[in-house]
Nanobody, 120 residues
C-alpha cells in the first residue's frame, strides 16, 4: 500500500522560513509529477507548485521567488522550501503525487496535510 507522508509544518514568524517534505512509501513503479497544494480557512484548495520527474517546476504567482520545490528521486521525496513567509501563507499544505504502479496505471495520491501558521 502506497502512502504519502508529510512533515515539516509548524508555527513561524513572518519573514521566516520552513521546509516541507513529502515521502512516498510502499511498492510502486515510479513517482511522477509531485505537487504542493494549500487550503486556507474558508478558501478553496489551490496549487502552490509542482515539479515533474525531470525537475521542471511551476509556481503560483504569489510564491514565485519565495518558495522552491525540489525532489530527490532516489528517496521518492518532494520538498517545498518556503522563505519570506507572510500571513497569507497560513494554510494546511497538502502533498499530491502521481504514483504509477507496476502496470503503469496512475494513481493521484494525497498526503494527510500539514499545518503552516505564520504569525505577524
Amino acid at each position: 500500500q502506497v502512502q504519502l507522508v508529510e512533515s515539516g509544518g509548524g508555527l513561524v514568524q513572518a519573514g521566516g522560513s520552513l521546509t516541507l517534505s513529502c515521502a512516498a512509501s510502499g511498492q510502486f513503479f515510479s513517482f511522477g509529477t509531485g505537487a504542493w497544494y494549500r487550503q486556507a480557512p474558508g478558501k478553496q484548495r489551490e496549487l502552490v507548485a509542482n515539479i515533474t520527474i525531470l525537475g521542471t517546476a511551476n509556481y503560483q504567482d504569489s510564491v514565485k521567488g519565495r518558495f522552491t520545490i525540489s525532489r530527490d528521486n532516489a528517496k521518492n521525496t518532494v520538498y517545498l522550501q518556503m522563505s519570506r513567509l507572510n500571513s497569507e501563507d497560513t494554510a494546511v499544505y497538502y502533498c499530491n503525487a502521481q504514483i504509477y504502479d507496476q502496470r503503469y496505471r496512475r494513481n493521484d495520491m494525497w498526503g494527510q496535510g500539514t499545518q503552516v501558521t505564520v504569525s505577524s
